[in-house]
């Protein structure tokens, strides 16, 4: 009862007390404290992680009573708290003397995944990750080990907070400050690709001197692409120097300036009218964009693409991804684009077409698209037609109808244009119009003989009349002259 009673005082008085570490057990160490077993959890042995509890069995140290449960006779006893309250005092001690950029001895006491604890001697700080080298870092355990001590550099501190961030990497000298005087634009250095984002690849060519590839600057290719496709950490690549600023320690590079560039032999390599296989990159509602060799793009204008045809949008010909055969129609050096054509590799039909669907000419045609303003009609030889809603009407008066197979007549034919007008109703309008005009024929002819009989009578008639008075007028002229 007196230990209790001795137990109680100490909790309430905030009191230090001895006690006696008898042996380990679950979470912590079971402490004797006036005969009375108490229990000290891990956590509250030290200010610092606990790698080994074995070695404190047998020890006696100072406790303070932290937590006593009456209702089951249950003491917690806590060395910690004797030592953050002397750490306390120190913290402040300490702070109160840091300086910027004063260097101090420190003990690595924790490694996280962000940087390093370091321990100054009673008051911690932090190695960020990113201040732990020039170069880049993965993992802070690449650089420091557990325990080892090192010297850190004061970067900032907060009196209020007791936050403290230190520097290793500020120790050394800046690697841009050992670059070559010698380095200059236009020169090719050797690196290891350390990171790489979809923007472009960073190329470590020394330990803490790193350049940026943009992706713009891995082909000569125009398609957007993603630096992956190019590059993979750890590689090793070659690159030309683009721009060098050692003020600001930035460097651009380029690996497609490592081969020519294509368009510099554009002309002789796609000379106008030859022939080349293309890859199919993309559809616009006007054309094919096509991809000869990397960096070599061209359009195909869909009205290239057939010669008889109606494309309504590219992807009705060919698709992405797939080979087409082009010919080179005209070159664009300087916007580095080329016209091609697919349907310049065949000869043009329209010259055929021109010799059989000659106008007045009648074909045996199918409506394939029927519409407002009129019909699309199907000819021989893959050629299609179009015909208004007037020229659709049937004999019976009725109207054409889809899948109708019909005879059409050409009333119009354009080459340049690659026109073919059909009729339905002139076909038959044509045939009424020759029986009419031959019937009326036939009827001249018939009442030809009447006609020329009374014709004659009528100029037989007139002559003798006009005689008869010309006689009487003479006759009277000769009386006058008598006279």
Request: proline residues 2%; aromatic residues 6%.
């Amino acid at each position: 009862m007196r230990s209790w009673d001795r137990v109680n005082s100490a909790l309430e008085n905030d009191e230090i007390i001895t006690g006696f570490i008898k042996c380990r057990t679950k979470g912590g160490m079971i402490v004797d404290v006036f005969g009375i077993e108490a229990f000290l959890p891990g956590s509250q042995i030290d200010v610092k992680p606990i790698r080994d509890y074995d070695i404190y069995v047998g020890k006696t140290m100072e406790f303070k009573v932290v937590k006593i449960n009456h209702e089951f006779r249950n003491v917690v006893v806590s060395h910690k708290a004797l030592i953050e309250a002397e750490l306390e005092q120190q913290k402040k001690d300490i702070i109160s003397k840091l300086e910027k950029g004063q260097v101090l001895e420190g003990t690595v006491k924790n490694i996280t995944s962000y940087g390093v604890f370091i321990d100054l001697g009673g008051v911690d700080g932090l190695i960020h990750i990113t201040d732990l080298s020039w170069g880049r870092v993965a993992h802070p355990n690449e650089i420091v080990q557990l325990d080892e001590k090192i010297n850190v550099v004061i970067l900032d501190f907060d009196d209020e907070k007791k936050r403290i961030a230190l520097g290793l990497k500020q120790l050394a000298s800046h690697p841009w400050d050992n670059v070559s005087a010698d380095l200059k634009v236009g020169d090719v250095v050797k690196g290891k690709v350390v990171v790489i984002a979809d923007y472009g690849a960073f190329i470590e060519i020394a330990p803490g001197v790193e350049g940026l590839i943009h992706v713009s600057e891995m082909s000569w290719s125009q398609h957007l692409r993603s630096a992956q496709d190019f590059l993979k950490v750890g590689e090793e690549v070659e690159a030309t120097i683009l721009t060098l600023d050692r003020d600001e320690h930035k460097m651009s590079l380029g690996i497609k300036q490592m081969k020519n560039d294509p368009w510099s032999l554009i002309e002789s390599k796609y000379t106008i009218g030859t022939a080349h296989t293309a890859k199919v990159r993309n559809f616009t509602n006007f054309g094919v964009f096509v991809e000869i060799e990397e960096g070599v793009d061209g359009l195909i204008h869909i009205s290239d693409l057939s010669w008889t045809k109606k494309i309504k949008h590219p992807s009705e010909f060919t698709s992405i991804g797939s080979e087409i055969e082009v010919q080179v129609l005209d070159i664009d050096k300087e916007n580095r684009r080329l016209s091609l054509g697919h349907k310049q590799l065949e000869e043009n039909p329209w010259d055929v077409f021109e010799t059989i669907f000659t106008v007045d000419s009648i074909h045996e045609g199918t409506v394939i698209d029927l519409f407002d303003k009129g019909a699309v009609i199907s000819l021989p030889y893959g050629v299609e037609g179009f015909a208004t809603p007037r020229h659709l009407v049937k004999e019976d008066g009725s109207h054409v109808k889809m899948d109708e197979k019909l005879e059409f007549k050409v009333i119009e034919f354009s080459k340049s244009a690659k026109r073919i007008i059909l009729s339905h109703s002139r076909v038959y309008e044509d045939v009424k119009k020759t029986e009419d005009t031959a019937k009326k024929k036939a009827a001249t002819k018939q009442n030809a003989p009447k006609s020329v009989k009374t014709v004659k009578d009528n100029i037989e008639k007139t002559t003798l009349g006009d005689i008869s008075e010309l006689a009487a007028l003479r006759t009277q002229m000769e009386e006058n002259e008598k006279k």
